[in-house]
């Protein structure tokens, strides 16, 4: 890719980044270390970005546009350096630049330490979404928190996984800018009094115990080749009282320093998902901290343009990442409410109107709710609002259905069966005036089942934006060999319309083309490999089939399927060495929740499977197994590029989309997979003959359960699997413990609540297809093209134009740099 000269008029790049190693990261070009050239360099990119986000800002203030608000509990942006220089058209002026000063761009980019401000899926979804908004020219500012830890580093040690604190800021942020003076407060606990004013009107006056500030850290999120760049602003907590020492006596002023830790602990550290006990007061405490900072700004903002109140939801489109961001109903109706003084009615209208909500889960337990103690004592003023919404709704529902007394406490905002919680889902489905899921399949099955009430009452609501995910950072920067290889095959308009990779397809069958796709997948797994053996030790064989499953372990994702395929193949090896197994490297990443015993067994069982499998000379290295410790964002750009295989094979209904899999067919993998989530329309795009499709559909699924599921029954049924489980049991893979996997094995055998034994036969039969598929080397080129050539649908440029036409109602904006 050429890169397009940027910024002609200001001096040589080399210069720019001289000047702020000496002036911003104080050092002088002798004594740098490549960490403060690092340093310099984010600094010189973060000025060309910054100059685009003031002409970017300044059309906004101007022009009569509306801001799309994306709210999210996680943003899970990556490293920022190269994404950057990507999305500016200056990857080349700044390793020119850099080889001036005698550094290599590439190791510089290795420094860069990656923000982990989210889980997994849900907040790489809101990044690809702030790219495409950016480069869509759309206006919009993603909303978020701050946190001082983000998600925790996964170490391996004897098999285990352990967790060390993430230190993402030790060393610095060159991206950010913190703005002390854009700040709010934010109350808690305490008490409300109702109150009759001058004009006779009710009014009611929150007296909190305690309040809180938020301070706003912006972060420059440039467009792929467009002057708009946006910002993600993240709230930092801080205490509000700047204590003065002289009012103090020796126990006020330990009482005031400590307020000010718990004041400073509310942006701390991000939660995991999948944690037993995640209702915690704190958790509740940082949605509600954000989400209002985040409101009060966009007030703010729309005071600053001189806009009145009534304008507010032609001026912003807020969509709800789930339904952590949910307290925004309340908040919303209280700042309207209390604050700027607006009737209920026109309140609720301006509320449902502003807000989205889009759904990313089915799984019960995972729909949030709180406990009503916990809800009354931190957040009264906000509780009494949600009371309010919640006699009005049910008198709806009344009126709709009269005498369905069942429904009207299905439906409640409040589930009063056992101890009393808000139900969030509820809130935000009431609050919003779109609902959406984010498959297909997904969005079906909420209509459904968890939503099913509210998709009667409110069908209008109802929507479907399949995810997408950016081709900026998941194919043109993590795979340039493709990328290139693209341009010089079909031209670059692919980069802005990922549908122009159908173009592809015409190619499918050229030798040379075939030739060239082959060469590139190679390199690219010679990188894996390298990167494999220095994390792990682990040798493995860059023409070996890679299989890879990277994503978060869960019993739902069934990492333990895969596993049990493994055991049954080497079984089978070891018993007929002679058998012609085309030789398979299986890679596995991805982190459990701390609190999550099973899915960190799931972890010891894949290492103690790679320590069997890949120390027996019987196999003559045909069969390596590998877990690559660490997954993140960066890891996922060196692995996405180098697979042959895609595991996306979760139980039918439980994954909501998937994103893992966009990238991995994006990149010229085939997918080995249930019908769930986006793989069902990852088929339909690719085409059947391009999808290795096994296992029960979510009807099956349903009905099984239904039926009542006899996991022993398939046991019985399956000398294979009945093996696989003895030698788990026996302490084949745990160095002789018998008792290591027990609930692991338990689980599975008497429960199963994830039918992975049920899915068993299939997934092995399907398996064998890929084997031989493989064999034929020209036919499997030819479907990997094929997958690439139709991933169009799955950018979340895509995605982006489906928000902006369909629920937000925005415009691109186009920004000219040359500002009056
Ligand atoms: C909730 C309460 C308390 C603490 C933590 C949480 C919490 C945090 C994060 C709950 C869930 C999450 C993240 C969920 C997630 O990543 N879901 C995934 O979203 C993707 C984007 O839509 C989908 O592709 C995946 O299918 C879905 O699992």
């Not at 407060?185 to 305490?190: A, L, T």
């Not at 099955?445 to 081709?471: C, H, I, Q, S, W």
């Not at 019908?675 to 003959?689: H, K, P, Q, S």
């Not at 239904?706 to 699997?721: C, F």
């Amino acid at each position: 890719m050429n890169d397009a000269p940027t910024d002609a008029s200001t001096a040589p790049f080399h210069q720019d980044v001289v000047r702020n190693l000496i002036c911003r990261q104080a050092r002088y070009p002798d004594v740098a270390t490549p960490h403060d050239w690092y340093m310099a360099l984010a600094y010189s990119v973060q000025g060309r970005m910054l100059a685009r986000w003031a002409a970017s800002t300044k059309t906004y203030a101007a022009r009569d546009v509306k801001v799309a608000c994306y709210l999210s509990a996680e943003f899970l942006i990556g490293p920022q350096l190269g994404n950057s220089l990507l999305n500016l058209g200056m990857q080349a002026e700044a390793r020119d630049a850099m080889r001036v000063l005698g550094q290599d761009l590439d190791a510089l980019l290795a420094l860069e330490e990656e923000p982990g401000l989210g889980n997994g899926g849900l907040g790489r979804l809101a990044a690809c979404y702030l790219d495409s908004l950016a480069t869509l020219e759309i206006p919009a500012i993603g909303y978020g928190i701050r946190y001082e830890f983000g998600i925790f580093d996964q170490q391996i040690r004897d098999g285990w996984q352990v967790e060390c604190t993430d230190k993402w800021l030790q060393k610095g942020n060159p991206w950010e800018i913190v703005r002390y003076d854009v700040g709010y407060y934010v109350s808690f606990g305490g008490h409300t009094e109702s109150t009759t004013d001058a004009e006779g009107r009710l009014r009611v006056r929150w007296i909190p115990s305690r309040q809180v500030k938020g301070v706003a850290c912006d972060m420059p999120m440039q467009g792929y080749r467009v002057n708009t760049c946006n910002m993600l602003r993240l709230w930092k907590s801080e205490a509000v009282e700047s204590f003065d020492f002289q009012d103090f006596n020796a126990g006020q002023y330990y009482q005031a320093v400590e307020e000010k830790v718990v004041s400073e602990t509310l942006s701390k550290v991000l939660y995991p998902n999948d944690e037993p006990d995640a209702g915690k007061r704190l958790r509740l405490a940082q949605q509600y901290f954000f989400v209002s900072c985040s409101l009060q700004d966009m007030l703010r903002l729309m005071d600053a343009k001189g806009t009145s109140i009534e304008k507010f939801a032609d001026l912003f489109a807020a969509q709800l990442n789930d339904t952590h961001p949910s307290i925004a109903v309340a908040e919303l109706m209280r700042l309207l409410i209390d604050e700027r003084l607006l009737s209920w009615d026109a309140a609720w209208d301006l509320t449902q109107r502003t807000l989205a909500y889009t759904n990313h889960t089915l799984l019960p337990e995972a729909l949030e709710t709180w406990g009503l103690p916990l809800f009354a004592s931190l957040l009264p003023r906000p509780l009494e609002i949600i009371y309010e919404i919640n006699r009005r709704f049910l008198d709806d529902v009344r009126r709709r259905f009269p005498g369905d007394d069942a429904r009207v406490a299905r439906m409640s905002l409040i589930d009063e069966a056992g101890a009393k919680k808000v139900r969030m889902a509820h809130l935000a489905s009431v609050g919003s005036h779109s609902v959406n899921g984010v498959a297909a399949l997904h969005s079906d099955l909420l209509k459904r089942t968890v939503l099913r009430d509210f998709a009667e009452m409110y069908p209008e609501r109802f929507l479907n934006v399949t995810n997408g995910v950016t081709p900026r950072r998941f194919l043109m920067l993590s795979n340039p060999g493709l990328a290139r290889l693209l341009d010089a095959t079909i031209g670059t308009d692919w980069t802005r319309d990922l549908a122009r990779l159908d173009a592809l397809a015409a190619h499918a069958g050229d030798a040379a083309f075939h030739d060239a796709w082959r060469a590139i997948r190679r390199e690219n797994k010679a990188a894996l490999a390298a990167r494999i053996a220095a994390e792990t030790g682990i040798a493995v064989d860059p023409d070996a089939l890679f299989d890879i499953q990277v994503k978060r372990i869960h019993e739902y994702k069934r990492q333990h399927l895969n596993a049990l395929y493994i055991i049954d193949l080497y079984n089978r090896l070891r018993r007929h060495p002679e058998l012609d197994v085309a030789p398979r490297c299986f890679v596995f990443g991805g982190k459990a929740a701390p609190g999550y015993a099973m899915a960190k067994l799931m972890i010891r069982l894949i290492n103690g499977i790679a320590e069997v499998v890949n120390s027996d000379p019987a196999l003559d290295g045909r069969l390596k197994v590998v877990f690559y410790p660490d997954f993140n964002v960066k890891n996922g750009h060196w692995i996405y590029p180098a697979a042959d295989l895609s595991e996306q094979i979760s139980t039918a209904g439980k994954e909501a989309s998937g994103t893992g899999n966009m990238k991995f067919m994006i990149n010229g993998a085939l997918t080995i997979g249930t019908l769930d989530g986006a793989n069902v329309e990852i088929r339909e795009e690719a085409g059947a003959e391009n999808f290795f499709l096994f296992g029960l559909t979510a009807q099956q699924v349903e009905e099984l359960k239904a039926s009542g599921y006899r996991p022993a029954d398939y046991l019985q049924r399956n000398d294979a699997l009945r093996d696989a489980l003895e030698q788990i049991a026996q302490g084949r893979f745990s160095r002789g413990d018998t008792e290591m996997f027990r609930p692991l094995l338990d689980n599975l055998v008497h429960h199963d609540p994830f039918l992975v034994l049920a899915d068993f036969a299939a997934y092995v039969e399907c398996q064998e297809q890929v084997s031989d598929a493989w064999r034929d080397a020209r036919q499997w080129t030819r479907m990997s093209i094929m997958n690439t050539a139709h991933s169009g649908k799955f950018s979340s440029d895509r995605a982006i134009a489906e928000y902006c036409a369909r629920i937000w109602n925005t415009r691109a904006v186009r920004i000219d740099l040359a500002q009056p």
